[in-house]
């Protein structure tokens, strides 16, 4: 089986279309076709079937196409780290970010890792962190900024900071100009939230706050874009949650939303580092280090294996 025939097929199982996956892959559909056809003789089995009004694949399509993305995706990373080896750079490390990780921790944390250690290349990921910590225990990051500690053993965790959650709401909002809000006010304001799988340990919190004060959340939609939810509460008439980094950065913008600070209660939620525990490989035991800017060694344990640069 050709690696170039996997490519092929997968560009048509997404496309579904010859003609887009052949500009695709850079080939005329005549030969797209070849090579399904070649691929499709060499396992004995129908992968795609097309008529003048669809494309689609068959079972055996749907199975080969999961396992074929992993097949590509792995050798494209291998590629990587050959070529990254051939100009002098003999590690990675993937690190997923929020914003309030971006703006307190990872400028600092990647000047240093430059200068300790230039020959590892650092890949940056801003997610929220419910899809951070997906990301992390199956394998696509080494290394996360994201609110609230793991609720797994597989998955170690370092607390880095504790932030406060602030509404959010458009200019023209009768809260855009008050200093602050009781969490209470919240029970007569139309609010957008997120899906509590994007960020829980923000999700509890602001309902661990509204059950303290007896305020039933008027919940109106759910949002799960950062960038959607400042356009929402800039445009209409509700009140939607972010991080106090976050509004900061929606007043900076100058794009019509400015963040309102909570009280009586602040609801607070906690910044981890987390990778995988056991994880014992030199860029991430670097990156860890250069996080809590100690050069000697990290001074914390592992599932009692202490790592260290």
């Not at 690696?3 to 695709?24: K, Q, T």
């Not at 650092?122 to 500690?149: N, T």
Request: hydrophobic share 45%; charged share 20%.
């Amino acid at each position: 089986m050709e690696f170039r025939y996997l490519v092929s097929f997968l560009a048509i199982a997404d496309e579904l279309h010859f003609g887009r996956a052949a500009a695709r892959v850079h080939l005329t559909q005549p030969s797209l076709s070849q090579q399904l056809q070649r691929l499709e003789r060499t396992l004995g089995v129908t992968l795609v079937v097309r008529s003048s009004h669809e494309v689609r694949l068959t079972p055996a399509g749907e199975a080969l196409r999961e396992h074929a993305d992993v097949i590509v995706r792995l050798l494209d990373r291998a590629g990587r780290a050959a070529r990254e080896a051939a100009q002098g750079r003999v590690g990675q490390v993937r690190v997923g970010y929020n914003f309030t990780g971006w703006q307190e921790l990872l400028p600092a944390a990647l000047a240093r890792m430059h200068q300790r250690f230039p020959d590892v290349a650092v890949e940056l990921r801003e997610q929220r962190s419910g899809p951070q910590q997906a990301a992390v225990a199956g394998g696509e990051l080494d290394v996360a900024f994201l609110h609230g500690s793991p609720n797994t053993a597989d998955l170690a965790h370092r607390f880095l900071m504790s932030v406060p959650i602030v509404a959010l709401v458009g200019t023209a909002h009768p809260w855009a100009a008050r200093a602050s809000v009781r969490f209470a006010e919240l029970a007569g304001q139309r609010c957008i939230l997120f899906g509590r799988d994007q960020s829980p340990a923000m999700h509890d919190a602001i309902q661990a706050a509204a059950e303290r004060t007896g305020t039933r959340l008027r919940v109106e939609d759910h949002v799960d874009d950062l960038a959607a939810t400042a356009i929402v509460v800039a445009t209409q008439p509700v009140v939607g949650f972010v991080s106090a980094h976050r509004g900061d950065h929606a007043r900076a913008s100058g794009l019509g939303s400015v963040p309102v600070p909570l009280t009586d209660p602040t609801p607070k939620v906690d910044l981890h580092a987390v990778w995988r525990a056991g994880d014992q490989s030199r860029a991430v035991r670097a990156f860890l280090g250069c996080v809590l800017n100690d050069s000697a060694g990290i001074e914390f344990h592992d599932n009692g294996v202490e790592l260290s640069c």
